[in-house]
């Protein structure tokens, strides 16, 4: 299965109209990813019990790296499904909004965007965002900075869809106390979205 950045059109919906595309993608993805790692190594980890016990001695190297293989892979799994999962939070609480345009403040390997977008209002100082893609990716998407598909608040974070090429991008800001203030003053309604979209708090996820 490949990648939605390496295609010039991602195989699921990115104008805004259906989430649910993306998110199937990404999850089907990371299973994928992780069968092509994780049950070879589970193989070469079990295979050694097949053995007749004067044989076991010598294949126990090869039981060793599959063993540390799988771990590998099942770490990697559980934070792709992890980071997926923030992001369909998100984008079954807010509605999608188009943002535009996206500044690129800065790309730090690996695995981490910064990024702010135009002030919607006209005024204040823009939230600078920290995003990354729960497969991994850490290039910026193609064509991000004519815009993105976001849903969340800028303060608390959100997910955001890239048109055309469909990376799915989970954000918080960069600098999660500087944004306190806003976020103390955004009102219940808001509080209570940020709260069911699981973006109250800042999480883990660098």
């Known amino acids: 299965m490949s990648d939605a950045s390496e295609t010039a059109q991602a195989p699921y919906a990115t104008d805004g109209t259906d989430f649910k595309g993306a998110l ?7 299973l994928a990813r992780f069968a092509r790692l994780g049950l070879p190594s589970a193989v070469l980890f079990v295979q050694m019990f097949l053995w ?4 076991r001695g010598y294949l126990l190297p090869l039981a060793i790296a599959g063993m540390f293989g799988f771990l590998f892979a099942f770490f990697l799994l559980y934070g792709r499904l992890f980071l997926t999962w923030r992001c369909a939070r998100a984008l079954r609480t807010y509605p999608l909004e188009f943002r535009s345009p996206v ?3 800065k790309l730090e390997r690996p695995l981490r965007l910064h990024l702010r977008f135009g002030d919607k209002a006209g005024t204040g100082q823009p939230v600078t965002l920290l995003a990354k893609d729960p497969l991994g ?3 910026w998407p193609d064509g991000i900075a004519n815009g993105v598909w976001f849903a969340g608040d800028d303060p608390f974070g959100g997910a955001a869809i890239v048109p055309g090429s469909g990376e799915l991008l989970f954000m918080q800001p960069t600098e999660w106390a500087l944004s306190a203030k806003e976020r103390d003053s955004a009102g219940e309604v808001r509080i209570g979205q940020a709260k069911r979209a699981g973006i109250k708090r800042p999480v883990r996820y660098r």
């Open 24 to 30: 199937r993608y990404y999850y089907r993805s990371a």
């Open 52 to 55: 007749p016990m004067d044989v």
């Open 103 to 105: 500044e690129k403040v």
């Open 137 to 139: 990716r850490s290039r």
